[in-house]
């Protein structure tokens, strides 16, 4: 798995962690400001990984 894979990962998994574990999240049903940092750091990273990806050759 490369780094840019792995950013994404980690930055998903913990983005989701907080939204099912976080008592703010769960009571209003929305994003708190530490989700929204979260979830603009998994969007970045998503980014990063369609940038590194966008160049690669399909083989089949």
Known sequence: MSA???????????Y???VQTCRQCR???AAC???KVH???????????LRATAGAVPRG
């Open 33 to 35: 400001a530490v989700a």
């Open 27 to 29: 009571a209003d049903g």
């Open 4 to 14: 840019v894979d792995e950013a994404l990962a980690n930055a998903r998994t913990t």
């Open 39 to 49: 979830l603009r750091t998994y969007n970045n990273a998503r980014r990063d990984h």
């Open 16 to 18: 989701e962690q907080h």
